[in-house]
Protein backbone atom coordinates (compact mmCIF):
# COMPACT_ATOMS: atom_id res chain seq x y z
CA UNK A 1 0.00 0.00 0.00
CA UNK A 2 1.01 3.46 -0.78
CA UNK A 3 -1.43 6.33 -0.52
CA UNK A 4 -1.41 9.90 -0.21
CA UNK A 5 -4.37 11.88 1.31
CA UNK A 6 -4.48 15.41 0.36
CA UNK A 7 -6.76 17.15 2.53
CA UNK A 8 -9.04 20.26 2.48
CA UNK A 9 -6.54 22.58 3.59
CA UNK A 10 -7.68 25.27 2.10
CA UNK A 11 -4.53 27.42 -0.36
CA UNK A 12 -2.38 24.96 1.51
CA UNK A 13 -1.32 21.86 2.00
CA UNK A 14 -2.41 18.85 4.35
CA UNK A 15 -1.01 15.47 3.30
CA UNK A 16 -1.13 12.29 4.64
CA UNK A 17 1.16 9.53 2.98
CA UNK A 18 -0.16 5.93 4.25
CA UNK A 19 2.61 3.19 2.96
CA UNK A 20 2.96 -0.83 4.66
CA UNK A 21 0.64 -3.56 5.01
CA UNK A 22 -3.15 -4.02 6.69
CA UNK A 23 -1.20 -5.21 9.51
CA UNK A 24 1.53 -3.22 9.96
CA UNK A 25 0.47 0.11 8.58
CA UNK A 26 2.40 3.60 8.52
CA UNK A 27 2.17 6.90 8.23
CA UNK A 28 3.64 10.19 7.27
CA UNK A 29 1.95 13.36 7.88
CA UNK A 30 3.60 16.31 5.57
CA UNK A 31 2.21 20.11 6.77
CA UNK A 32 -0.86 21.05 8.38
CA UNK A 33 -2.60 23.40 5.84
CA UNK A 34 -3.40 26.83 7.78
CA UNK A 35 -5.05 26.99 11.10
CA UNK A 36 -8.36 25.43 10.15
CA UNK A 37 -11.52 23.36 12.18
CA UNK A 38 -11.57 21.79 8.85
CA UNK A 39 -8.26 20.72 8.30
CA UNK A 40 -7.36 19.70 11.28
CA UNK A 41 -10.63 17.56 11.39
CA UNK A 42 -9.55 15.56 8.02
CA UNK A 43 -5.87 15.15 9.48
CA UNK A 44 -7.21 13.77 12.03
CA UNK A 45 -9.86 11.20 10.53
CA UNK A 46 -7.45 9.82 8.56
CA UNK A 47 -4.90 9.26 10.99
CA UNK A 48 -7.93 7.67 12.89
CA UNK A 49 -6.91 6.20 16.33
CA UNK A 50 -3.54 5.66 15.11
CA UNK A 51 -0.91 5.25 18.21
CA UNK A 52 2.47 6.07 16.12
CA UNK A 53 3.30 8.85 13.23
CA UNK A 54 6.47 7.03 11.65
CA UNK A 55 7.12 10.72 10.49
CA UNK A 56 5.85 14.47 10.93
CA UNK A 57 7.19 17.26 7.95
CA UNK A 58 6.71 20.50 8.14
CA UNK A 59 8.41 21.82 4.83
CA UNK A 60 8.46 25.42 5.40
CA UNK A 61 7.24 28.59 7.70
CA UNK A 62 4.75 29.56 5.38
CA UNK A 63 1.33 29.97 7.47
CA UNK A 64 -0.67 27.25 4.78
CA UNK A 65 1.65 24.53 5.99
CA UNK A 66 2.41 25.22 9.51
CA UNK A 67 -0.61 26.97 11.33
CA UNK A 68 -2.07 23.82 11.02
CA UNK A 69 0.48 21.73 12.58
CA UNK A 70 0.98 24.18 15.62
CA UNK A 71 -3.16 23.83 16.56
CA UNK A 72 -2.67 19.98 16.33
CA UNK A 73 0.36 20.19 18.67
CA UNK A 74 -1.28 22.43 20.99
CA UNK A 75 -4.50 20.58 20.93
CA UNK A 76 -2.60 17.27 21.47
CA UNK A 77 -3.89 15.60 18.44
CA UNK A 78 -1.58 13.81 17.08
CA UNK A 79 -0.90 10.47 17.81
CA UNK A 80 0.91 9.97 20.96
CA UNK A 81 4.46 8.30 19.24
CA UNK A 82 6.07 10.56 16.86
CA UNK A 83 9.32 8.54 15.29
CA UNK A 84 10.78 12.17 13.62
CA UNK A 85 9.93 15.51 13.24
CA UNK A 86 12.00 16.72 9.88
CA UNK A 87 11.70 21.02 10.50
CA UNK A 88 14.32 23.16 9.86
CA UNK A 89 13.90 25.89 12.99
CA UNK A 90 15.97 29.41 13.75
CA UNK A 91 18.98 26.78 15.15
CA UNK A 92 19.19 25.28 11.81
CA UNK A 93 19.77 27.85 10.08
CA UNK A 94 23.13 30.27 10.65
CA UNK A 95 22.53 31.86 13.85
CA UNK A 96 21.29 35.18 14.82
CA UNK A 97 19.27 37.15 17.11
CA UNK A 98 16.25 37.81 15.30
CA UNK A 99 12.79 36.38 16.44
CA UNK A 100 10.88 33.99 15.00
CA UNK A 101 6.94 33.40 16.23
CA UNK A 102 5.45 30.35 14.34
CA UNK A 103 8.92 29.03 13.80
CA UNK A 104 9.66 29.28 17.65
CA UNK A 105 6.42 28.56 19.07
CA UNK A 106 6.85 25.20 16.93
CA UNK A 107 9.99 24.34 18.21
CA UNK A 108 8.99 24.72 21.77
CA UNK A 109 6.15 22.38 21.33
CA UNK A 110 8.36 19.69 19.55
CA UNK A 111 11.08 20.15 22.61
CA UNK A 112 8.15 20.55 25.11
CA UNK A 113 7.02 17.37 24.24
CA UNK A 114 10.12 15.88 24.38
CA UNK A 115 9.88 14.69 20.17
CA UNK A 116 12.61 13.64 18.32
CA UNK A 117 13.95 16.93 15.84
CA UNK A 118 15.63 16.00 12.73
CA UNK A 119 16.76 12.73 14.15
CA UNK A 120 17.45 11.21 10.83
CA UNK A 121 20.06 14.02 10.30
CA UNK A 122 21.93 14.12 13.63
CA UNK A 123 19.62 17.16 14.81
CA UNK A 124 21.08 19.37 12.62
CA UNK A 125 19.30 20.62 9.46
CA UNK A 126 17.52 19.04 6.78
CA UNK A 127 18.78 19.73 3.73
CA UNK A 128 20.99 18.24 1.05
CA UNK A 129 24.87 19.06 1.58
CA UNK A 130 27.08 21.09 -0.32
CA UNK A 131 28.83 18.49 -3.20
CA UNK A 132 27.94 15.43 -1.24
CA UNK A 133 25.23 12.70 -1.90
CA UNK A 134 21.47 13.04 -1.54
CA UNK A 135 20.36 12.12 2.12
CA UNK A 136 18.40 8.83 1.72
CA UNK A 137 16.40 7.77 4.63
CA UNK A 138 14.60 4.85 5.22
CA UNK A 139 11.64 4.97 7.81
CA UNK A 140 10.43 2.18 9.76
CA UNK A 141 8.10 -0.39 7.36
CA UNK A 142 10.39 0.23 4.36
CA UNK A 143 9.54 3.67 3.07
CA UNK A 144 12.98 5.27 1.51
CA UNK A 145 12.97 8.77 1.28
CA UNK A 146 15.87 10.53 -1.68
CA UNK A 147 16.21 14.63 0.11
CA UNK A 148 16.27 17.01 -2.59
CA UNK A 149 15.33 20.31 -1.03
CA UNK A 150 16.72 22.66 0.57
CA UNK A 151 20.45 23.37 0.10
CA UNK A 152 22.39 24.95 2.51
CA UNK A 153 22.12 28.25 0.41
CA UNK A 154 18.40 28.18 0.55
CA UNK A 155 18.19 28.06 3.76
CA UNK A 156 20.94 30.43 4.55
CA UNK A 157 19.13 32.50 2.59
CA UNK A 158 15.98 32.49 4.94
CA UNK A 159 17.67 33.88 7.67
CA UNK A 160 17.28 37.54 6.87
CA UNK A 161 13.62 36.86 6.36
CA UNK A 162 12.91 34.45 8.80
CA UNK A 163 11.43 37.22 11.17
CA UNK A 164 9.36 38.75 8.31
CA UNK A 165 7.87 35.70 6.96
CA UNK A 166 6.75 34.24 10.32
CA UNK A 167 4.98 37.83 10.91
CA UNK A 168 3.21 37.19 7.71
CA UNK A 169 2.53 33.46 9.05
CA UNK A 170 0.75 35.13 12.03
CA UNK A 171 -1.82 37.55 9.92
CA UNK A 172 -3.46 34.17 8.48
CA UNK A 173 -6.57 33.26 10.90
CA UNK A 174 -9.64 34.01 8.67
CA UNK A 175 -7.58 36.17 6.59
CA UNK A 176 -7.96 33.29 3.57
CA UNK A 177 -11.86 32.73 3.71
CA UNK A 178 -12.01 37.06 3.52
CA UNK A 179 -9.93 37.53 0.78
CA UNK A 180 -11.19 34.19 -1.31
CA UNK A 181 -14.93 35.64 -0.75
CA UNK A 182 -14.09 39.65 -2.10
CA UNK A 183 -11.54 38.01 -4.63
CA UNK A 184 -12.38 39.00 -8.39
CA UNK A 185 -14.48 36.42 -9.92
CA UNK A 186 -11.91 36.17 -13.29
CA UNK A 187 -13.81 33.37 -14.29
CA UNK A 188 -11.78 32.00 -17.56
CA UNK A 189 -13.69 30.94 -20.56
CA UNK A 190 -12.32 27.99 -22.10
CA UNK A 191 -11.39 30.35 -25.36
CA UNK A 192 -9.15 32.40 -23.27
CA UNK A 193 -7.03 29.32 -22.61
CA UNK A 194 -3.94 28.87 -25.02
CA UNK A 195 -1.85 26.02 -23.34
CA UNK A 196 0.79 25.85 -25.78
CA UNK A 197 1.33 29.58 -25.73
CA UNK A 198 1.16 30.06 -22.11
CA UNK A 199 3.31 27.30 -21.56
CA UNK A 200 5.92 28.68 -23.63
CA UNK A 201 6.00 31.89 -21.20
CA UNK A 202 9.20 32.63 -20.17
CA UNK A 203 10.09 30.63 -16.60
CA UNK A 204 10.71 33.07 -13.48
CA UNK A 205 12.25 31.53 -10.63
CA UNK A 206 10.14 31.86 -7.32
CA UNK A 207 11.67 34.80 -4.95
CA UNK A 208 10.40 33.48 -1.92
CA UNK A 209 12.82 32.17 0.50
CA UNK A 210 10.89 30.60 2.88
CA UNK A 211 9.44 28.92 -0.29
CA UNK A 212 13.40 28.27 -1.43
CA UNK A 213 13.74 26.54 2.08
CA UNK A 214 11.14 23.79 1.72
CA UNK A 215 11.77 20.15 2.06
CA UNK A 216 11.40 18.33 -0.68
CA UNK A 217 11.91 14.35 -1.68
CA UNK A 218 10.91 11.40 -3.50
CA UNK A 219 9.00 8.98 -1.61
CA UNK A 220 10.03 5.33 -3.01
CA UNK A 221 7.67 2.08 -1.48
CA UNK A 222 7.88 -1.56 -3.29
CA UNK A 223 9.04 0.17 -6.56
CA UNK A 224 6.22 3.22 -6.68
CA UNK A 225 7.23 6.48 -5.94
CA UNK A 226 5.98 9.85 -5.46
CA UNK A 227 7.32 13.24 -5.42
CA UNK A 228 6.79 15.39 -2.20
CA UNK A 229 7.65 18.92 -3.47
CA UNK A 230 6.34 21.71 -0.44
CA UNK A 231 6.47 25.20 -2.28
CA UNK A 232 9.82 24.24 -3.63
CA UNK A 233 11.88 26.56 -5.29
CA UNK A 234 11.97 25.23 -9.10
CA UNK A 235 16.20 25.68 -9.27
CA UNK A 236 16.49 23.76 -5.98
CA UNK A 237 14.32 20.90 -6.82
CA UNK A 238 15.58 20.47 -10.26
CA UNK A 239 19.11 20.71 -9.28
CA UNK A 240 18.52 17.88 -6.67
CA UNK A 241 16.24 15.84 -9.99
CA UNK A 242 19.61 16.40 -12.17
CA UNK A 243 21.59 15.29 -9.47
CA UNK A 244 19.42 11.90 -8.43
CA UNK A 245 18.99 11.58 -12.02
CA UNK A 246 22.36 11.19 -12.65
CA UNK A 247 23.49 8.56 -10.16
CA UNK A 248 20.69 6.50 -11.39
CA UNK A 249 22.40 6.98 -14.73
CA UNK A 250 18.73 7.80 -16.53
CA UNK A 251 17.38 10.44 -18.27
CA UNK A 252 15.04 11.40 -15.73
CA UNK A 253 13.75 9.81 -12.59
CA UNK A 254 10.87 7.53 -12.62
CA UNK A 255 7.77 9.13 -10.38
CA UNK A 256 4.35 7.67 -10.03
CA UNK A 257 2.90 11.11 -8.80
CA UNK A 258 3.94 14.23 -8.70
CA UNK A 259 2.39 16.61 -5.96
CA UNK A 260 3.05 19.92 -7.85
CA UNK A 261 5.16 22.38 -6.16
CA UNK A 262 3.94 25.45 -4.36
CA UNK A 263 0.00 24.67 -5.28
CA UNK A 264 0.91 24.76 -9.20
CA UNK A 265 2.43 28.32 -8.86
CA UNK A 266 3.89 29.44 -11.99
CA UNK A 267 7.49 30.32 -10.41
CA UNK A 268 7.51 26.96 -9.33
CA UNK A 269 7.17 24.59 -12.21
CA UNK A 270 9.40 24.98 -15.00
CA UNK A 271 9.49 22.72 -18.56
CA UNK A 272 12.97 21.67 -16.67
CA UNK A 273 10.89 19.93 -13.68
CA UNK A 274 9.02 17.66 -16.28
CA UNK A 275 11.97 17.09 -18.36
CA UNK A 276 13.52 15.62 -15.31
CA UNK A 277 10.74 13.18 -14.06
CA UNK A 278 8.97 10.58 -15.96
CA UNK A 279 5.32 10.94 -14.73
CA UNK A 280 1.77 11.41 -16.22
CA UNK A 281 0.00 11.94 -12.65
CA UNK A 282 0.23 15.38 -11.14
CA UNK A 283 -1.49 16.30 -8.33
CA UNK A 284 -2.78 19.77 -6.94
CA UNK A 285 -3.75 20.85 -3.62
CA UNK A 286 -5.24 24.63 -3.20
CA UNK A 287 -8.86 25.82 -3.12
CA UNK A 288 -7.50 28.86 -5.02
CA UNK A 289 -8.29 31.44 -2.13
CA UNK A 290 -6.06 34.18 -1.85
CA UNK A 291 -2.70 33.16 -4.64
CA UNK A 292 -5.02 32.25 -7.55
CA UNK A 293 -3.58 28.93 -7.77
CA UNK A 294 -3.05 26.53 -9.73
CA UNK A 295 -1.49 29.42 -11.88
CA UNK A 296 -2.98 28.62 -15.69
CA UNK A 297 0.50 29.44 -17.13
CA UNK A 298 1.37 25.94 -14.38
CA UNK A 299 -1.31 23.94 -15.58
CA UNK A 300 -0.61 24.57 -18.86
CA UNK A 301 3.27 23.75 -19.11
CA UNK A 302 1.97 20.59 -17.12
CA UNK A 303 -0.30 19.84 -20.09
CA UNK A 304 1.77 20.61 -23.10
CA UNK A 305 3.86 17.75 -22.53
CA UNK A 306 3.83 14.56 -25.09
CA UNK A 307 2.40 12.22 -23.40
CA UNK A 308 -1.01 11.98 -21.87
CA UNK A 309 -1.44 13.17 -18.40
CA UNK A 310 -3.42 12.82 -15.37
CA UNK A 311 -4.14 16.05 -13.44
CA UNK A 312 -5.72 15.49 -10.30
CA UNK A 313 -7.41 18.17 -7.74
CA UNK A 314 -8.61 18.27 -4.76
CA UNK A 315 -10.88 21.10 -5.15
CA UNK A 316 -12.89 22.27 -7.84
CA UNK A 317 -12.80 26.10 -8.18
CA UNK A 318 -12.88 28.85 -11.05
CA UNK A 319 -8.97 28.20 -11.57
CA UNK A 320 -9.31 24.68 -12.64
CA UNK A 321 -13.01 24.37 -14.31
CA UNK A 322 -11.58 26.32 -17.85
CA UNK A 323 -9.47 23.39 -17.90
CA UNK A 324 -12.41 20.43 -17.84
CA UNK A 325 -13.23 21.90 -21.50
CA UNK A 326 -13.20 18.50 -23.50
CA UNK A 327 -11.66 20.38 -26.77
CA UNK A 328 -8.22 21.21 -24.52
CA UNK A 329 -8.14 17.92 -22.95
CA UNK A 330 -8.70 16.10 -26.17
CA UNK A 331 -6.01 18.48 -28.00
CA UNK A 332 -3.52 17.97 -25.28
CA UNK A 333 -4.61 14.84 -24.50
CA UNK A 334 -4.89 15.21 -20.61
CA UNK A 335 -7.96 13.76 -18.20
CA UNK A 336 -9.23 15.86 -15.12
CA UNK A 337 -10.01 14.34 -11.93
CA UNK A 338 -11.08 15.86 -9.18
CA UNK A 339 -11.22 14.60 -5.06
CA UNK A 340 -14.57 12.44 -4.76
CA UNK A 341 -15.34 14.57 -1.64
CA UNK A 342 -14.93 18.20 -1.58
CA UNK A 343 -11.12 19.00 -0.44
CA UNK A 344 -9.92 15.03 0.02
CA UNK A 345 -8.05 13.74 -3.00
CA UNK A 346 -6.94 10.23 -2.26
CA UNK A 347 -4.59 9.10 -4.64
CA UNK A 348 -3.40 5.34 -4.77
CA UNK A 349 0.01 4.78 -5.89
ZN1 LIG B 1 2.02 26.88 0.35
Not at 260 to 289: I, K, Q
Not at 310 to 321: G, I, V
Request: proline content about 7%; charged content about 25%.
Amino acid sequence: MLTLHLLPALHGDALVLEYGTPDDPHRVLIDGGPRSTTTREAISAVLGDAEALDLLVITHIDADHITGILSLLERRELPPQIGDVWFNGWEHLPTDKLGAKQGERLGELIARRRLPWNAAFGGKAVMVPDGGPLPEITLPGGLTLTLLSPTRAALADLRPVWKKEVEKAGLVPGKAAEEARTAPTDRLGDAALDPAALASTPFEDDKSEANGASIAFLAEYEGRSLLLTGDANDSVLTAGLRQLAKKRGVPAVKVNALKMPHHGSRYNVSAELFELTECDRFLFSTNGAIYKHPDRVAVARTVAGRSPRRLEFNYRTMYTQPWESPRLSRLFRYEMVYAGRPGHLRVEI
